[in-house]
């Protein structure tokens, strides 16, 4: 309103200033007598202070201009009027409508063509006056037109701003959730396994603490390195969660080259493991060295909890051309309607979308002969 309120201050200082010239000019016969100045200020003062309000209310204003310049150009009181009306036929065009604008333009047209002959004697005077008013106009109109474009412009690039941070601030939602899964994997994994184990390790302490308490030692001893090992796993998981910056202290993932370790700790449970691995493994992507790692992990945990005592398994690692074959089985007996996968079945489960997250494959059942097995096959590619 700043702008507009000085240009409509300038053309009232203009009009002002012509006003005071005719006050001021030597007495000529064929001149009219100067308008009085109570009569002439509020006129001009009138017909321009419209234009302080055209962009909040242009339709008001626009038709209360015309309405003033009426007797503002009967009384011949200077440009203000014809100028206040260009204006607002630029800010309808601009801010409201074309059709808003065409209807506006029709109506100056009219009043124009029926006071411009009243007003003049000569003919050339009236064609000179419609050039001028056309060509003024047509000017108006099309300086309208390019910024209504821009405005238009900038409001759909606005628009699009809009939705593209809406869009990246749902893809963001979208990776949270997925790194959230990732993270409740993992964690399922790691206490799946370190509980088992120690439920398993505590029920054998249980029984062998006043017959053999060396065994029971060694269960106690068991128990507390697998609850360390969950412990520090955890806190790295959850330190991934925590850390905002990313520049956090980071601890290597498990890959192939910890499943001896992991069929150790395995054995020391109770459950003897055969492990075979077939071709090179450690090269393998990081990614799909973790997946191979907690399947397995998985397979024998679910050994662990559910194929009772004098159980044995075996794990075979076989790297073909670009994929990896895993085998995990054992020769258990599973009670009558046991699941394998455990609490919820949120094991296999897991293993199944770790193998499908590779775009490999993963198959859990008995196997004949008796035992229960797993049997995955995960791509990796070279590119």
Avoid at 41 to 67: H, S
Avoid at 202 to 213: E, K, R
Avoid at 224 to 235: D, F, I, P
């Amino acid at each position: 309103m700043v702008g507009d309120t000085l240009l409509a201050l300038a053309l009232t200082i203009f009009d002002l200033l012509l006003l005071l010239a005719q006050n001021i000019a030597p007495p000529n016969s064929e001149a009219p007598e100067p308008v009085a100045w109570y009569i002439a200020v509020p006129v001009i003062v009138g017909v321009v202070a419209p234009i302080v309000f055209r962009r909040k209310r242009p339709l008001w204003a626009a038709y209360l201009v015309v309405v003033i310049a009426i007797p503002h150009s009967l009384l011949e009181l200077g440009v203000a009027g014809f100028s206040a009306s260009a204006i607002m036929l630029y800010t309808l065009v601009a801010y409201v409508s074309r059709k808003q604008a065409l209807a506006y333009l029709a109506v100056n047209i009219i009043i124009t063509g029926i006071q411009a002959p009243l007003q003049m004697d000569s003919s050339a005077e009236l064609v000179t006056t419609f050039i001028f008013a056309g060509l003024l106009l047509a000017f108006c109109w099309a300086l309208g037109e390019f910024v209504g474009a821009r405005r238009a412009y900038h409001a759909e690039v606005e628009q699009r701003l809009a939705l593209l941070e809406t869009e990246r601030d749902q893809q963001a939602q979208i990776a949270v959730a997925a790194e959230r899964a990732r993270i409740a994997r993992e964690l399922h994994d790691v206490v799946a396994h370190a509980v088992s184990v120690i439920v398993v390790q505590a029920d054998g302490a249980a029984y062998a603490v006043h017959s053999n308490p060396e065994l029971a030692e060694r269960a106690v001893q068991t128990i507390s390195a697998t609850g360390r090992e969950a412990l520090a796993e955890m806190r790295r998981l959850l330190g991934v969660l925590r850390s905002e910056d990313g520049g956090g202290e980071r601890t290597p993932q498990p890959g192939t080259q910890s499943l001896a370790e992991l069929a150790e700790r395995v054995r020391a449970v109770g459950l003897p493991v055969q492990l075979d691995i077939v071709g090179n493994v450690d090269d393998l992507p990081a990614g799909v060295g973790l997946g191979i790692y907690r399947i397995v992990q998985e397979a024998l945990t679910n050994s662990i909890k559910h194929a009772g005592p004098g159980t044995a398994a075996s794990v075979k690692v076989a790297r073909v051309g670009d994929r990896v074959e895993l085998n995990i089985s054992d020769n258990g007996r599973r009670k009558a309607g046991a699941l394998v996968g455990v609490s919820g079945g949120n094991g296999l489960i897991g293993m199944r979308e770790r193998a499908l997250m590779f775009g490999g494959t993963l198959e859990a059942g008995p196997r004949s002969g008796g035992g229960w097995q797993v049997t995955a096959s995960l791509p990796f590619g070279n590119d």
